[in-house]
């Protein structure tokens, strides 16, 4: 659903790396809805991480 954004190598690198900074930065730009369902699906993989 994303994978022709802009950022979408970067915003993949930050989730895989635990960096929800990254992540997050990486989809501001993106549509609201996309970037709100990924942030659904990728909020586990931050859970527990500082």
Do not use: K, T
Request: proline fraction near 4%; glycine fraction near 10%.
């Amino acid at each position: 659903m994303a994978g022709d954004r802009p950022g979408f190598e970067d915003m993949s690198r930050a989730l895989f790396a635990g960096d929800a900074a990254g992540f997050s930065a990486r989809v501001a730009e993106w549509p609201a809805d996309i970037a709100e369902h990924l942030r659904v699906l990728a909020a586990e993989a931050f859970e527990g991480r500082s």
